[in-house]
Protein backbone atom coordinates (compact mmCIF):
# COMPACT_ATOMS: atom_id res chain seq x y z
CA UNK A 1 0.00 0.00 0.00
CA UNK A 2 0.91 3.48 -0.37
CA UNK A 3 1.25 5.17 3.06
CA UNK A 4 1.93 8.68 1.83
CA UNK A 5 2.18 10.44 -2.25
CA UNK A 6 1.92 14.05 -1.45
CA UNK A 7 2.47 16.44 -3.99
CA UNK A 8 2.76 19.84 -3.28
CA UNK A 9 2.56 23.29 -5.68
CA UNK A 10 4.09 26.91 -4.24
CA UNK A 11 4.83 30.22 -6.05
CA UNK A 12 6.74 32.36 -3.55
CA UNK A 13 9.13 34.41 -5.48
CA UNK A 14 10.20 31.17 -7.28
CA UNK A 15 8.99 28.07 -8.72
CA UNK A 16 9.06 24.92 -6.19
CA UNK A 17 7.60 21.41 -6.34
CA UNK A 18 7.63 17.96 -5.63
CA UNK A 19 6.17 14.89 -4.91
CA UNK A 20 6.71 12.27 -2.04
CA UNK A 21 6.57 9.03 -2.26
CA UNK A 22 6.78 6.32 0.23
CA UNK A 23 5.58 3.01 0.49
CA UNK A 24 5.82 0.73 3.44
CA UNK A 25 3.90 -2.57 4.15
CA UNK A 26 3.84 -5.99 5.74
CA UNK A 27 4.34 -9.33 3.78
CA UNK A 28 2.68 -12.59 5.37
CA UNK A 29 2.10 -15.71 4.44
CA UNK A 30 -0.75 -18.84 5.77
CA UNK A 31 1.10 -22.02 6.38
CA UNK A 32 -1.19 -25.23 7.46
CA UNK A 33 -1.10 -25.67 11.01
CA UNK A 34 1.52 -28.32 12.41
CA UNK A 35 -1.04 -29.42 15.26
CA UNK A 36 -4.22 -31.31 14.77
CA UNK A 37 -6.11 -30.00 17.47
CA UNK A 38 -5.30 -26.43 16.06
CA UNK A 39 -8.62 -24.22 15.89
CA UNK A 40 -7.60 -23.13 12.63
CA UNK A 41 -6.72 -25.46 9.43
CA UNK A 42 -4.37 -22.23 8.28
CA UNK A 43 -1.82 -20.03 10.55
CA UNK A 44 -0.84 -16.36 9.58
CA UNK A 45 2.93 -15.87 9.91
CA UNK A 46 4.55 -12.41 9.10
CA UNK A 47 7.16 -12.81 6.59
CA UNK A 48 8.68 -8.85 6.74
CA UNK A 49 7.15 -6.75 9.70
CA UNK A 50 8.18 -3.74 7.63
CA UNK A 51 9.23 -3.21 3.80
CA UNK A 52 9.98 0.19 3.10
CA UNK A 53 10.80 2.53 -0.16
CA UNK A 54 10.79 6.13 -0.72
CA UNK A 55 12.09 8.57 -2.87
CA UNK A 56 11.18 12.32 -3.72
CA UNK A 57 10.83 14.09 -7.33
CA UNK A 58 11.34 17.87 -7.64
CA UNK A 59 9.86 19.38 -10.93
CA UNK A 60 11.54 22.41 -10.87
CA UNK A 61 15.03 21.55 -10.04
CA UNK A 62 17.67 22.62 -12.45
CA UNK A 63 19.17 18.88 -12.12
CA UNK A 64 19.21 15.81 -10.68
CA UNK A 65 15.04 15.76 -9.96
CA UNK A 66 15.02 12.47 -8.82
CA UNK A 67 16.30 11.80 -5.43
CA UNK A 68 17.81 8.55 -4.51
CA UNK A 69 16.01 5.94 -3.42
CA UNK A 70 15.77 4.20 0.24
CA UNK A 71 14.62 0.79 1.00
CA UNK A 72 14.15 -0.99 4.42
CA UNK A 73 13.28 -3.88 5.78
CA UNK A 74 12.81 -5.47 8.79
CA UNK A 75 11.94 -9.47 10.24
CA UNK A 76 11.98 -12.05 13.16
CA UNK A 77 12.95 -15.28 12.12
CA UNK A 78 13.53 -17.83 14.89
CA UNK A 79 13.98 -15.29 17.08
CA UNK A 80 16.26 -13.64 15.19
CA UNK A 81 16.18 -9.99 14.45
CA UNK A 82 17.12 -9.16 11.26
CA UNK A 83 17.32 -5.30 9.56
CA UNK A 84 17.91 -4.21 6.15
CA UNK A 85 18.29 -1.16 4.43
CA UNK A 86 20.11 0.90 2.06
CA UNK A 87 20.38 3.20 -0.75
CA UNK A 88 20.17 3.21 -4.97
CA UNK A 89 21.20 6.12 -6.77
CA UNK A 90 19.75 6.33 -10.47
CA UNK A 91 22.58 8.38 -11.85
CA UNK A 92 25.36 7.90 -14.16
CA UNK A 93 28.65 8.57 -13.39
CA UNK A 94 31.71 9.85 -15.35
CA UNK A 95 35.47 9.56 -14.71
CA UNK A 96 36.73 13.09 -14.19
CA UNK A 97 39.92 14.01 -12.58
CA UNK A 98 38.08 16.66 -11.04
CA UNK A 99 36.25 14.38 -8.96
CA UNK A 100 38.87 11.91 -7.51
CA UNK A 101 37.68 8.66 -7.43
CA UNK A 102 34.04 9.01 -7.43
CA UNK A 103 33.54 10.57 -11.07
CA UNK A 104 31.33 13.39 -12.06
CA UNK A 105 27.73 12.82 -11.57
CA UNK A 106 25.42 13.41 -15.04
CA UNK A 107 22.32 14.48 -15.16
CA UNK A 108 21.40 11.45 -17.08
CA UNK A 109 18.97 8.24 -15.57
CA UNK A 110 21.32 4.95 -15.91
CA UNK A 111 18.24 3.33 -17.23
CA UNK A 112 18.69 5.45 -20.04
CA UNK A 113 22.14 3.84 -21.02
CA UNK A 114 20.54 0.28 -20.95
CA UNK A 115 22.46 -0.25 -17.69
CA UNK A 116 19.76 -1.05 -15.19
CA UNK A 117 17.41 1.12 -13.18
CA UNK A 118 20.17 2.28 -10.17
CA UNK A 119 23.22 1.65 -8.70
CA UNK A 120 23.39 0.03 -5.14
CA UNK A 121 25.20 2.83 -3.26
CA UNK A 122 24.64 2.00 0.24
CA UNK A 123 23.71 -1.44 1.89
CA UNK A 124 23.37 -2.48 5.74
CA UNK A 125 22.27 -5.43 7.20
CA UNK A 126 21.85 -6.72 10.81
CA UNK A 127 21.55 -10.08 12.64
CA UNK A 128 21.20 -10.42 16.18
CA UNK A 129 19.97 -12.80 18.72
CA UNK A 130 20.15 -12.76 22.49
CA UNK A 131 19.81 -15.89 24.91
CA UNK A 132 19.03 -15.90 28.87
CA UNK A 133 16.78 -17.94 31.05
CA UNK A 134 13.45 -16.73 30.76
CA UNK A 135 13.94 -14.12 28.10
CA UNK A 136 10.09 -14.55 26.82
CA UNK A 137 8.82 -13.50 30.37
CA UNK A 138 7.10 -10.34 30.53
CA UNK A 139 9.97 -7.75 31.96
CA UNK A 140 8.96 -5.99 35.00
CA UNK A 141 11.14 -2.71 36.51
CA UNK A 142 12.92 -3.67 39.54
CA UNK A 143 12.23 -2.73 43.28
CA UNK A 144 14.10 0.62 43.65
CA UNK A 145 13.43 4.53 44.53
CA UNK A 146 13.21 7.06 41.66
CA UNK A 147 16.90 7.84 42.31
CA UNK A 148 17.81 4.89 41.98
CA UNK A 149 16.20 4.31 38.56
CA UNK A 150 17.82 7.21 37.51
CA UNK A 151 21.30 5.97 38.86
CA UNK A 152 20.25 2.77 36.69
CA UNK A 153 19.88 4.94 33.78
CA UNK A 154 22.41 7.19 33.89
CA UNK A 155 25.19 4.24 33.93
CA UNK A 156 23.20 1.40 32.11
CA UNK A 157 26.37 -0.40 31.20
CA UNK A 158 27.58 -0.86 34.36
CA UNK A 159 23.91 -1.71 35.78
CA UNK A 160 23.79 -5.86 36.82
CA UNK A 161 20.55 -7.60 36.93
CA UNK A 162 21.02 -10.04 39.41
CA UNK A 163 18.05 -12.11 38.91
CA UNK A 164 19.55 -13.16 35.70
CA UNK A 165 22.01 -16.26 36.20
CA UNK A 166 23.80 -15.95 32.66
CA UNK A 167 22.94 -13.97 29.58
CA UNK A 168 24.33 -13.96 25.96
CA UNK A 169 24.19 -11.52 22.83
CA UNK A 170 25.90 -11.71 19.60
CA UNK A 171 25.41 -9.47 16.26
CA UNK A 172 26.63 -9.45 13.07
CA UNK A 173 27.08 -6.43 10.97
CA UNK A 174 27.71 -6.22 7.19
CA UNK A 175 27.90 -2.48 5.52
CA UNK A 176 28.78 -1.64 1.98
CA UNK A 177 29.11 1.69 0.47
CA UNK A 178 29.96 2.71 -2.71
CA UNK A 179 30.21 6.30 -4.29
CA UNK A 180 29.98 6.53 -7.83
CA UNK A 181 32.53 5.08 -9.68
CA UNK A 182 34.98 4.67 -5.98
CA UNK A 183 36.01 1.28 -4.94
CA UNK A 184 33.05 0.12 -2.52
CA UNK A 185 33.97 0.40 1.19
CA UNK A 186 32.62 -3.01 3.14
CA UNK A 187 32.52 -3.73 6.91
CA UNK A 188 31.39 -7.31 8.13
CA UNK A 189 32.33 -7.88 11.73
CA UNK A 190 30.73 -10.01 14.31
CA UNK A 191 30.38 -8.51 17.86
CA UNK A 192 28.99 -10.75 21.16
CA UNK A 193 29.00 -9.81 24.86
CA UNK A 194 28.06 -12.35 27.38
CA UNK A 195 28.18 -12.58 31.43
CA UNK A 196 27.48 -15.11 33.92
CA UNK A 197 26.88 -15.01 37.75
CA UNK A 198 29.82 -16.96 39.01
CA UNK A 199 28.22 -16.97 43.09
CA UNK A 200 25.25 -14.77 43.93
CA UNK A 201 27.52 -11.51 44.45
CA UNK A 202 30.13 -12.09 41.91
CA UNK A 203 29.03 -11.12 37.74
CA UNK A 204 31.64 -11.79 35.50
CA UNK A 205 31.28 -10.15 31.86
CA UNK A 206 33.25 -10.01 28.44
CA UNK A 207 32.28 -8.52 25.12
CA UNK A 208 34.96 -8.92 22.14
CA UNK A 209 34.81 -9.71 18.02
CA UNK A 210 36.33 -10.62 15.15
CA UNK A 211 36.21 -8.05 11.82
CA UNK A 212 36.55 -10.35 9.26
CA UNK A 213 37.69 -7.49 6.43
CA UNK A 214 40.68 -6.90 8.51
CA UNK A 215 41.09 -10.35 10.13
CA UNK A 216 41.46 -9.60 13.62
CA UNK A 217 40.21 -9.40 17.02
CA UNK A 218 38.26 -5.99 17.60
CA UNK A 219 38.44 -4.72 21.06
CA UNK A 220 38.00 -6.75 23.74
CA UNK A 221 36.79 -5.80 27.65
CA UNK A 222 36.42 -8.19 30.50
CA UNK A 223 34.87 -6.95 33.79
CA UNK A 224 34.32 -7.93 37.08
CA UNK A 225 31.49 -7.09 39.71
CA UNK A 226 31.12 -7.54 43.08
CA UNK A 227 27.87 -6.72 45.09
CA UNK A 228 28.87 -5.38 48.62
CA UNK A 229 25.45 -4.61 49.97
CA UNK A 230 25.52 -1.00 50.43
CA UNK A 231 28.84 -0.95 48.25
CA UNK A 232 29.83 -2.39 45.09
CA UNK A 233 32.55 -3.03 43.33
CA UNK A 234 33.94 -3.14 39.54
CA UNK A 235 36.79 -4.00 37.75
CA UNK A 236 36.86 -3.24 33.67
CA UNK A 237 40.34 -5.11 31.64
CA UNK A 238 40.57 -4.34 28.04
CA UNK A 239 43.69 -6.72 27.24
CA UNK A 240 46.58 -5.94 24.71
CA UNK A 241 45.24 -8.37 21.88
CA UNK A 242 43.59 -6.23 19.61
CA UNK A 243 46.30 -5.93 16.63
CA UNK A 244 43.87 -3.78 14.66
CA UNK A 245 44.25 -0.95 17.30
CA UNK A 246 47.80 -1.62 18.51
CA UNK A 247 49.25 -2.54 21.57
CA UNK A 248 45.97 -0.95 23.34
CA UNK A 249 45.45 -2.08 27.13
CA UNK A 250 43.81 -0.23 30.02
CA UNK A 251 42.18 -1.29 33.07
CA UNK A 252 39.56 0.85 36.06
CA UNK A 253 38.70 -0.09 39.33
CA UNK A 254 35.83 1.38 40.81
CA UNK A 255 34.81 1.01 44.31
CA UNK A 256 31.20 3.24 45.09
CA UNK A 257 28.36 3.79 46.79
CA UNK A 258 25.10 2.34 45.83
CA UNK A 259 22.51 4.77 46.94
CA UNK A 260 22.04 7.81 44.42
CA UNK A 261 22.11 10.23 47.30
CA UNK A 262 25.89 8.77 48.11
CA UNK A 263 27.06 8.54 44.04
CA UNK A 264 29.89 10.86 44.40
CA UNK A 265 31.17 8.77 47.45
CA UNK A 266 33.63 6.18 45.19
CA UNK A 267 37.27 5.35 45.07
CA UNK A 268 38.56 5.37 41.42
CA UNK A 269 41.65 3.99 39.50
CA UNK A 270 42.43 4.39 35.79
CA UNK A 271 45.56 3.15 34.05
CA UNK A 272 45.96 3.23 30.44
CA UNK A 273 49.24 1.68 28.36
CA UNK A 274 49.95 1.42 24.24
CA UNK A 275 52.15 0.62 22.60
CA UNK A 276 51.96 0.65 18.51
CA UNK A 277 55.43 -1.07 17.53
CA UNK A 278 55.22 -4.20 15.87
CA UNK A 279 51.79 -3.57 13.99
Known amino acids: RISSFNPTLTNVGSRSGGINFSLNN ?55 DINI ?27 STGKGLANLSAFNMSIGKSFKPGGNKPKTSPN ?32 YTKRGLAPAVTVSAVTFSGSVKLTEKWDFKVQSGYDFVNKGVSLTNISIHRDLH ?13 PLYGRASSYSFDLRVKSSLLQELKLSRRRSFYDSGGF
Open 26 to 80: TIEAKVKAKSDTAAKEFEKITIIDNLSLSTNYNFFATKYKLAPVSFGATSRVKKF
Open 85 to 111: GGTLDPYVYKVNSNYGTVGEQLDEYLF
Open 144 to 175: GTEGQMKQINRNIDSYVDWSVPWEFQFSYQYN
Open 230 to 242: CWEMQFNWTPAAS
